[in-house]
């Protein structure tokens, strides 16, 4: 699928992987919804990348929100077929029990309501609009992505929600992967390492070294844009179905 006048929604998109992915999208002619709740920066992102983007304030843990984001979308550009699910959030420092006592069961609920049910909620409503399209040359109507963590599969100490929360993201993808082939959908997930997002900008440069000592090759944190490189990969080539993509130079986390 191209990206050249074809309609993304970008959760998450007003910052880090989904700023990237906004602006290099926009770069390739896609128009792009940013999906976000952090509406200062949104509607700046927007402004400055003209007329082709549009911001739209949506939480994605709520079912209305979502709704009138997607109805906003299909309003200004008349179909959707691209969503790239960033939004996210980290799962806290916290053991499963430890000095604090037992891990905090609304943490727990909260990380797994934002990371994997909020991206499934907007991936299935934004499907349903995909649906409609007619598909294009290679039978294609609309192309998922999602974004897990390299945490799903080495999930360190005190990232237990994190790492379920990310670990369903892998799980579900091939189910959906094959749910979605009548339809001529397709589905995959980035499984980042270690990346300059907001989360570790705030670093220390030496903190930031230190983490990039265990990267093998480039030893050194991935910048938002390979990730963006790697979604518009993905949408293009249509062979890549119902995989997850590990993006972490062949770091694997310790203990």
Avoid at 34 to 55: K, Q, Y
Wanted: hydrophobic fraction near 40%.
């Amino acid at each position: 699928m191209k990206l050249q006048g074809n309609v993304a929604i970008v959760t998450g998109g007003a910052s880090g992987l989904g700023e990237a992915t906004v602006r290099l999208f926009t770069e390739k002619g896609a128009k792009v919804a940013i999906f976000d709740l952090d509406e200062e920066r949104g509607n700046a992102l927007a402004e400055e990348l003209g007329e082709s983007v549009i911001f739209c304030q949506v939480n994605v843990t709520d079912d209305t929100s979502i709704t009138a984001g997607i109805d906003r979308v299909m309003e200004t550009f008349s179909a959707i077929h691209i969503c790239v699910n960033c939004a996210g959030r980290g799962g806290g420092a916290t053991k499963t029990y430890g000095r604090k006592g037992r891990f905090p069961i609304e943490l727990f609920r909260d990380v797994i309501n934002i990371n994997l049910i909020g991206t499934f909620n907007v991936l299935t409503q934004a499907v349903e609009k995909m649906s409609e399209n007619e598909p294009n040359e290679n039978g294609e109507r609309g192309v998922v992505i999602n974004t897990a963590s390299i945490a799903a599969y080495e999930g360190q100490k005190g990232q237990v929600a994190y790492a379920a929360s990310k670990g369903g993201l892998v799980g579900i993808t091939l189910p959906i992967a094959r749910d979605l082939a009548s339809l001529g959908v397709r589905i995959a997930t980035i499984a980042p390492g270690l990346c300059e997002t907001p989360i570790l900008q705030g670093l220390a440069p030496e903190i930031k070294e230190d983490l990039a000592k265990d990267i093998p090759f480039p030893s050194r944190l991935a910048e938002p844009r390979e990730f963006a490189w790697l979604a518009e990969h993905i949408v293009f080539n249509t062979y890549i179905n119902g995989e997850t993509i590990r993006l972490d130079a062949g770091l694997r986390m310790k203990y």
